[in-house]
């Protein structure tokens, strides 16, 4: 009997048909493995991981392994994206033990839900060093069977070495400008300045640095950083790993040079850079930059878009060639002969030359990903769009991608405050609306009447697992970030209610560090606790920057309190490893401006000049600044109160550090006060 046909994560739904007979993860799965003395077999993944696909396809669809597992294991399948705090706790364990991790990941564990054995993709006959799947099953099983005593030794040996290491950074003091100019520091002896980015292959894009590169950039004035930010944008962005024709980028390159990517593309990625890209421009006037900010932000509301008005997770990697095998990137990839086979001889030679599709390929069997390895300027920009209408009309007829429907609280919230600013910068509306239908629906469909937050649902139907640190933390900086852009105080209300949830229910009061789940969440061997940003910024970074605007918007002591106390890791961890605490070092950079809070009050019933300064403030560059429009007399916002028109024309007030500049009724004037 196979349990995941009732549950909402694509990704279990995609086994649901498996020979095994998978559990999702719950007490009741434990509970059966106790009562029939087996050990359990958890197998963690997400519905866009090629891997975890191949190992599906060889090993839980094949019969006889079905049969093995079902007679002598307890299979438990879970959704890394609906169970982040499962996924953090194991990984940790897989990596202590095996230096490495990934997923799939597949971890073997007493009823206890206590870890013995660890790995990640195993294949379903021995190779490169590996043993098989079976060949491991049966180790597992006599193991369990012959030395329990061994066994039982080695998992509560792994259960207390994860207990130890909690995290210790030292003390709760936010970093000031000597650990801020060493993470610069470091950053710097680990790019690449050749290809731009940092390290090597597989490169994956650090969107987090940049907005520190930038809020540094602009709080100081550091030209190399805006020069690392911008090289590295302009890199991605003629790479393989952005979709030339649709927008949007790919997980990562596999190579250093950008070239050929991991095809899924996640939410979480396009909304981060979506913004990034929107931030490069605000600083540079980038055309680059727009482009890429429009035409990401273009691709999550075209192809994420969900019929509730959220976003989905993830496409997948793998698509159908044409002949009925599933192939990683075959929507994407391109050879010569395909080419000439929409556009005709002369214009698929042009394509071929401007999209960089060589006889030889870039890719696999003489594919090509397209990307744009000259110069832009140099082309018959007529053409070439031509070109691109024609070969996207031909890809839309390929077989697509398949689509992880699940909508992810954390993700829609780095999607909302993403899409509000874009649309705002480039004044479109529709950008504008997208943000705010998906935050009506985390209101509605996510939020119960408490504010706790439920991090996943899909199609309509909210999931059964609450939400996690990441996903109060992201959430809240969309809802302050729509605050911002559209001067409606309730979504300032809303960040509220879920940041004093991280105040009650995520922080430890001694040390003001925090942690990825509730204190009232399920208990697991370990309660995950992770400050470094990896993919997304960790639930601890973000709850910082989502702390900290509130507080300036508020004027909330305990707030900032805390933002500052959380920010003490950023201290410890920036000068040593700045790649990974980007979100954190970006955060305390706007602690470090203040950050300035703006207000601009204007005439009821449209105000024309208010409309301008808003804009204006928008546009500043000060990291961090909060702005807050309305109305003479408006209760939207605590910013607002007691601000007059300053002879009776639209007015804005910029304060920072309890102080207050003069009320200024000139946009020029606002620029230069937020141009540090």
């Not at 082309?379 to 996207?392: N, P, Q, V």
Request: aromatic share 8%; charged share 25%; glycine share 10%.
């Amino acid at each position: 009997m196979n349990r995941l046909a009732g549950v909402t994560s694509p990704y279990l739904l995609q086994h649901a048909e498996n020979p095994v007979d998978w559990w999702p993860w719950g007490p009741e799965a434990f509970e059966e493995a106790r009562r029939r003395d087996v050990p359990v077999l958890l197998s963690v993944g997400y519905s866009a991981c090629h891997w975890c696909h191949v190992m599906a396809h060889e090993s839980f669809e094949d019969q006889a392994t079905a049969d093995y597992l079902n007679e002598h294991f307890l299979s438990v399948k879970v959704d890394r994206e609906e169970r982040p705090d499962v996924d953090a706790v194991y990984m940790e364990a897989v990596q202590a033990a095996t230096g490495q991790g990934g997923w799939p990941m597949t971890v073997f564990l007493t009823p206890d839900a206590e870890p013995f054995y660890f790995g990640t993709y195993f294949p379903p006959a021995p190779r490169h060093g590996m043993p098989s799947f079976r060949q491991v099953l049966e180790g597992v099983r006599h193991a369990w069977t012959d030395r329990r005593d061994e066994v039982a030794e080695v998992a509560g040996k792994i259960v207390r070495d994860l207990a130890g290491r909690e995290i210790s950074y030292g003390d709760d003091v936010a970093p000031g400008e000597q650990e801020l100019s060493q993470a610069l520091l470091g950053l710097t002896r680990e790019y690449d300045a050749q290809r731009g980015g940092f390290g090597g292959a597989p490169k994956f894009p650090p969107s987090m640095v940049i907005e520190f590169l930038l809020r540094h950039h602009a709080r100081t004035g550091a030209e190399g950083a805006l020069q690392m930010a911008q090289d590295t944008c302009e890199r991605m962005a003629r790479g393989g790993i952005y979709d030339q024709l649709g927008g949007g980028f790919a997980r990562y390159s596999v190579d250093r040079d950008w070239i050929v990517p991991h095809f899924e593309k996640m939410l979480y990625d396009n909304a981060l850079l979506c913004r990034v890209y929107a931030h490069l421009w605000r600083a540079t006037g980038s055309e680059l930059a727009r482009r890429v900010a429009l035409e990401t932000a273009d691709f999550m509301v075209r192809e994420l878009r969900t019929a509730e008005g959220g976003f989905a997770s993830a496409l997948d990697a793998d698509s159908d060639d044409g002949t009925g095998r599933h192939v990683e990137g075959a929507y994407y990839v391109w050879t010569p002969a395909q080419l000439t086979e929409v556009l005709g001889a002369e214009d698929a030679q042009a394509a071929a030359h401007h999209f960089g599709v060589t006889e030889a390929g870039t890719f696999e069997e003489g594919a090509s990903v397209l990307q744009l390895p000259q110069e832009e300027g140099v082309f018959d920009a007529e053409k070439i769009a031509s070109i691109k209408e024609r070969l996207s009309a031909a890809r839309a007829e390929r077989p697509a991608p398949g689509r992880d429907d699940k909508v992810v609280a954390a993700w829609n919230g780095l999607a909302i405050a993403a899409l509000a600013e874009t649309g705002a910068y480039f004044d479109r509306p529709d950008l504008l609306d997208a943000a705010v239908a998906a935050a009506d629906l985390l209101v509605r469909l996510h939020l119960d009447d408490r504010a706790g937050l439920a991090r996943t649902s899909k199609d309509g139907h909210v999931g059964a697992n609450a939400g996690v640190l990441e996903d109060y933390a992201d959430v809240a900086e969309g809802f302050l970030a729509l605050a911002s852009v559209t001067g409606e105080g309730v979504w300032l209300e809303f960040a509220g209610f879920l940041l004093d949830h991280v105040l009650v229910r995520f922080t430890d009061p001694e040390s003001g560090a925090l942690y990825d789940t509730a204190e009232d969440a399920e208990r697991l061997i370990r309660r995950p606790q992770d400050p470094t940003d990896n993919a997304v910024p960790s639930g601890w970074s973000a709850a910082a920057g989502a702390l900290l605007s509130y507080a300036a918007h508020t004027g909330s002591e305990p707030h900032r309190t805390a933002a500052e106390r959380a920010l003490g890791v950023v201290k410890a961890l920036g000068p040593r490893v700045p790649r990974f605490i980007g979100w954190g070092l970006a955060v305390a950079e706007a602690l470090l401006d203040g950050p300035r809070e703006v207000a601009v009050v204007g005439r009821a019933g449209g105000d024309p000049a208010a409309d301008e300064l808003h804009r204006t403030a928008l546009l500043g560059t000060a990291p961090g600044a909060v702005v807050a429009r309305g109305a003479l007399g408006s209760e939207e916002f605590p910013l607002l109160a007691d601000r007059v028109l300053v002879e009776g024309a639209a007015t804005a007030y910029v304060c920072r550090g309890f102080v207050c500049d003069l009320p200024t009724t000139d946009a020029g004037a606002l620029r230069d006060r937020l141009t540090p």
